[in-house]
C-alpha cells in the first residue's frame, strides 16, 4: 500500500492567489481528515470526511478554505485567497471504519504552504 | 470537550538513558489514547494505543505507555533511547463514536551524544 498521499509537497505562492492541496487516501478508508499544523497552533483539525461527506468543518478557519470530497479515493482542500498567515504545513489523514478512534489515522507526509 | 496537555516542550536525554514524557487527558468517558511521533519534515506515525484492556501498552521502537485512570494519564517511557528517537512526540486523544483525534501541542525530544 502506498499509504496516504499528498500533493504537492512543497507550494510557494504569492498573496491573493488560489491555492488547492490534494489528497489520497488509503484504498478502504472511509474517513479523511485535513489538519493544519504551525509552531504557534500545534496540530489543528480543520474538517473531516465520512464516506465522502462532511462531518465536521468547525475547524476551517474562515470561508476563503474549502474542502471537498467528490469520492473516496480523492480529497482537496482548497484557500482562496490566499494569505500570508495560511502559511503552515496540512497533513491529511486517512483511517477505516474499525478504526473509529482505535488503531488511529495514516498520515500523509503533508504539504509545505508558504504564501508570500 | 476532549483536551490533551503535555506540559514539556522540549526534553533532552542522554543517549542511552531512560525517558519518559508526559502526557494527560480530559475527557468524559473511556478515552481511546494514542502516541504520534514526527520526524522532521515527516507525517505523523502511531507509535502505541490504547482504548481497552491491559493499561500498559507496547508499541513500535521499543516505546510504552501506561494508561492511569485516576490521574488521567498516559505517559509514554522507553528504557534506553537513542540518537535517532530524536523527534516531536504527540499524545492524541479520541472516543470511540467519534471519529476525530485532538492532539497535544507536541514535545521535541532532544538526544545528546
Known amino acids: 500500500d502506498a499509504g496516504v498521499i499528498q500533493s504537492p509537497r512543497h507550494e510557494v505562492t504569492e498573496m491573493g492567489q488560489e491555492v488547492t492541496l490534494r489528497c489520497k487516501p488509503i484504498?478502504?478508508?472511509?474517513?479523511l481528515f485535513w489538519y493544519r499544523q504551525t509552531m504557534m497552533r500545534g496540530l489543528e483539525l480543520l474538517i473531516y470526511?465520512?464516506?465522502?461527506?462532511?462531518?465536521?468543518d468547525s475547524g476551517m478557519p474562515e470561508d476563503r478554505f474549502s474542502a471537498k470530497m467528490p469520492n473516496a479515493s480523492f480529497s482537496t482542500l482548497k484557500i482562496q485567497p490566499s494569505e500570508p498567515r495560511d502559511s503552515a504545513v496540512y497533513f491529511c489523514?486517512?483511517?477505516?471504519?474499525?478504526?473509529?478512534?482505535?488503531?488511529?489515522?495514516?498520515f500523509g507526509s503533508g504539504t509545505r504552504l508558504t504564501v508570500v | 470537550a476532549q483536551s490533551v496537555t503535555q506540559p514539556d516542550i522540549h526534553i533532552t536525554v542522554s543517549e542511552g538513558a531512560s525517558l519518559e514524557l508526559r502526557c494527560n487527558y480530559s475527557y468524559g468517558a473511556t478515552p481511546y489514547l494514542f502516541w504520534y511521533v514526527q520526524s522532521p519534515g515527516q507525517g505523523l506515525q502511531l507509535l502505541l494505543k490504547?482504548?481497552?484492556?491491559?493499561?500498559l501498552v507496547q508499541g513500535i521502537k521499543g516505546f510504552e505507555a501506561e494508561f492511569k485512570r485516576s490521574q488521567s494519564s498516559f505517559n509514554l517511557r522507553k528504557p534506553s533511547v537513542h540518537w535517532s528517537d530524536a523527534a516531536e512526540y504527540f499524545c492524541a486523544v479520541g472516543a470511540y463514536r467519534d471519529d476525530k483525534i485532538i492532539f497535544g501541542k507536541g514535545t521535541r525530544l532532544h538526544i545528546l551524544p
Open positions: 484504498s478502504g478508508h472511509n474517513s
Open positions: 470526511f465520512n464516506n465522502n461527506v462532511p462531518i465536521d
Open positions: 490504547y482504548f481497552s484492556g491491559d493499561t
Open positions: 489523514a486517512s483511517s477505516s471504519p474499525r478504526n473509529r478512534g482505535g488503531r488511529g489515522y495514516t
